[in-house]
């Protein structure tokens, strides 16, 4: 009788680690591609264009002007990371993202949506 209640036992133990393995998997698998989708999300814009204090930054309104002086339609800006980020419309009218040195206004990265 304790040796049928002690077989039972292990069989549950066996099954369900049978059954926690193909879990795991599921776990592990949703972590790598949610880590893969993460990164091409950050391999996307440039995030690092100086290593200067913000108050050696010009205004972001004159990373705006230099896009616009370069032919783009400025649709909106923002910090990204050390860079000033323009989204914009080429003069191709295409949808990019240009992002800037803050503090020389050197144009690092355009990314064309």
Same mark, same amino acid.
């Given at each position: 009788?304790?040796?049928?209640? /002690?077989?039972?036992?292990?069989? /549950?133990?066996?099954?369900?680690?049978?059954?926690?393995?193909? &879990?795991?998997?599921?776990?592990?698998?949703?972590?790598?591609?949610?880590?893969?989708?993460? &990164?091409?999300?950050?391999? *996307?814009?440039?995030? *690092?264009?100086?290593? %200067?204090?913000?108050?050696?930054?010009?205004?972001?309104?004159?990373?705006? /002007?230099?896009? !616009?002086?370069?032919? %783009?339609?400025?649709?909106?800006? !923002?910090?990204?990371? /050390?860079?000033?980020?323009?989204?914009?419309?080429?003069?191709?009218?295409? !949808?990019?993202?240009?992002?800037?040195?803050?503090?020389?206004? !050197?144009?690092?990265?355009?990314?064309?949506?």
């Amino acid at each position: 009788s304790d040796n049928a209640v /002690s077989e039972i036992g292990r069989q /549950s133990i066996i099954r369900g680690a049978t059954i926690m393995k193909p &879990n795991y998997a599921i776990v592990a698998s949703a972590l790598f591609l949610l880590g893969v989708s993460g &990164n091409s999300v950050l391999a *996307d814009g440039k995030k *690092d264009c100086t290593t %200067h204090p913000q108050s050696a930054w010009k205004q972001r309104a004159e990373a705006e /002007s230099v896009a !616009k002086a370069a032919g %783009h339609k400025v649709r909106g800006s !923002k910090v990204e990371g /050390s860079c000033y980020e323009i989204y914009a419309i080429s003069k191709a009218g295409k !949808k990019v993202e240009l992002f800037y040195n803050p503090v020389d206004l !050197k144009l690092m990265k355009t990314v064309v949506k």
